[in-house]
Protein backbone atom coordinates (compact mmCIF):
# COMPACT_ATOMS: atom_id res chain seq x y z
CA UNK A 1 0.00 0.00 0.00
CA UNK A 2 1.28 3.71 -1.24
CA UNK A 3 -0.36 6.46 0.35
CA UNK A 4 0.11 9.75 -1.42
CA UNK A 5 -0.12 13.18 -0.06
CA UNK A 6 0.09 16.41 -2.16
CA UNK A 7 1.19 19.73 -1.48
CA UNK A 8 1.73 23.18 -2.60
CA UNK A 9 -1.06 24.28 -3.90
CA UNK A 10 -2.74 27.90 -3.35
CA UNK A 11 -3.43 31.11 -5.26
CA UNK A 12 -0.75 32.52 -7.60
CA UNK A 13 -1.17 35.76 -10.06
CA UNK A 14 -0.79 35.06 -13.54
CA UNK A 15 2.55 34.68 -14.35
CA UNK A 16 3.65 33.73 -11.13
CA UNK A 17 5.30 29.91 -9.72
CA UNK A 18 4.06 27.30 -7.81
CA UNK A 19 6.14 23.97 -6.76
CA UNK A 20 3.66 20.72 -6.11
CA UNK A 21 5.30 18.28 -3.60
CA UNK A 22 3.89 14.52 -3.45
CA UNK A 23 5.22 12.57 -0.59
CA UNK A 24 4.77 8.77 -0.63
CA UNK A 25 4.63 6.16 2.18
CA UNK A 26 6.45 2.92 1.86
CA UNK A 27 9.75 1.75 0.92
CA UNK A 28 8.54 0.96 -2.87
CA UNK A 29 8.92 4.68 -4.53
CA UNK A 30 11.76 3.84 -6.61
CA UNK A 31 9.69 0.78 -8.67
CA UNK A 32 6.86 3.53 -9.46
CA UNK A 33 6.14 5.62 -12.49
CA UNK A 34 5.13 8.56 -11.03
CA UNK A 35 2.66 11.37 -12.41
CA UNK A 36 1.03 14.73 -12.08
CA UNK A 37 -2.40 15.20 -13.51
CA UNK A 38 -5.25 18.01 -13.21
CA UNK A 39 -8.90 18.33 -13.17
CA UNK A 40 -10.67 21.68 -13.83
CA UNK A 41 -14.20 22.63 -13.45
CA UNK A 42 -16.18 20.77 -15.73
CA UNK A 43 -13.26 18.83 -17.71
CA UNK A 44 -12.17 15.42 -17.62
CA UNK A 45 -9.13 14.76 -15.38
CA UNK A 46 -5.72 14.85 -17.91
CA UNK A 47 -2.16 14.13 -17.91
CA UNK A 48 0.32 16.85 -17.15
CA UNK A 49 3.86 14.96 -16.49
CA UNK A 50 4.98 12.11 -15.73
CA UNK A 51 8.36 10.33 -14.74
CA UNK A 52 9.83 7.02 -14.64
CA UNK A 53 11.18 5.12 -12.48
CA UNK A 54 14.56 5.61 -14.52
CA UNK A 55 14.01 8.88 -15.10
CA UNK A 56 12.56 9.41 -18.53
CA UNK A 57 10.08 12.08 -18.16
CA UNK A 58 7.01 12.99 -20.51
CA UNK A 59 4.79 16.17 -20.76
CA UNK A 60 1.62 17.51 -21.94
CA UNK A 61 1.96 19.66 -24.74
CA UNK A 62 0.28 22.44 -23.65
CA UNK A 63 2.75 22.60 -20.45
CA UNK A 64 5.84 21.52 -22.22
CA UNK A 65 8.51 24.69 -20.97
CA UNK A 66 6.10 25.95 -18.56
CA UNK A 67 6.13 22.90 -15.89
CA UNK A 68 8.88 20.38 -14.88
CA UNK A 69 8.86 17.35 -13.02
CA UNK A 70 10.90 15.73 -10.95
CA UNK A 71 11.61 12.99 -8.33
CA UNK A 72 14.06 12.11 -5.51
CA UNK A 73 13.95 8.74 -4.36
CA UNK A 74 15.90 9.22 -1.33
CA UNK A 75 12.86 11.62 0.24
CA UNK A 76 10.52 9.48 -2.14
CA UNK A 77 8.69 12.49 -2.90
CA UNK A 78 8.07 14.23 -6.57
CA UNK A 79 7.98 17.57 -7.73
CA UNK A 80 5.83 19.42 -9.98
CA UNK A 81 7.60 22.44 -10.70
CA UNK A 82 4.86 24.91 -12.68
CA UNK A 83 6.31 28.71 -14.22
CA UNK A 84 4.48 31.31 -15.77
CA UNK A 85 1.34 30.48 -14.61
CA UNK A 86 -2.06 31.48 -16.71
CA UNK A 87 -5.76 31.24 -15.76
CA UNK A 88 -5.85 27.92 -17.76
CA UNK A 89 -3.87 26.17 -15.40
CA UNK A 90 -6.31 26.45 -12.40
CA UNK A 91 -7.72 22.93 -11.70
CA UNK A 92 -7.15 20.15 -9.26
CA UNK A 93 -3.73 18.57 -9.20
CA UNK A 94 -3.40 15.21 -8.18
CA UNK A 95 -0.13 12.69 -8.18
CA UNK A 96 -0.42 9.47 -9.19
CA UNK A 97 1.87 6.55 -8.52
CA UNK A 98 1.88 3.45 -10.75
CA UNK A 99 3.45 -0.23 -11.35
CA UNK A 100 2.98 -2.55 -13.96
CA UNK A 101 3.63 -6.23 -13.44
CA UNK A 102 3.04 -8.68 -15.67
CA UNK A 103 -1.18 -9.46 -15.66
CA UNK A 104 -1.53 -6.58 -13.50
CA UNK A 105 -0.56 -3.31 -11.66
CA UNK A 106 -0.79 -1.13 -8.41
CA UNK A 107 -1.87 2.15 -8.62
CA UNK A 108 -2.57 4.74 -6.19
CA UNK A 109 -3.93 8.44 -5.90
CA UNK A 110 -3.38 11.58 -3.76
CA UNK A 111 -6.07 13.96 -2.39
CA UNK A 112 -5.06 16.23 -4.78
CA UNK A 113 -4.04 19.96 -4.31
CA UNK A 114 -6.05 23.21 -5.28
CA UNK A 115 -4.05 25.74 -7.90
CA UNK A 116 -6.02 28.92 -8.73
CA UNK A 117 -4.54 31.56 -10.97
CA UNK A 118 -6.02 34.73 -10.78
CA UNK A 119 -5.47 38.44 -10.45
Known amino acids: QVQLVESGGGVVQPGGSLRLSCAAS????????MGWYRQAPGKERELVAS???????NYADFVKGQFTISRDNIKNTAYLQMNNLKPEDTAVYYC?????????????WGQGTQVTVSS
Open 96 to 108: NAIRRLLGGKFEY
Open 26 to 33: GSAFSLFD
Open 51 to 57: VTSGGST
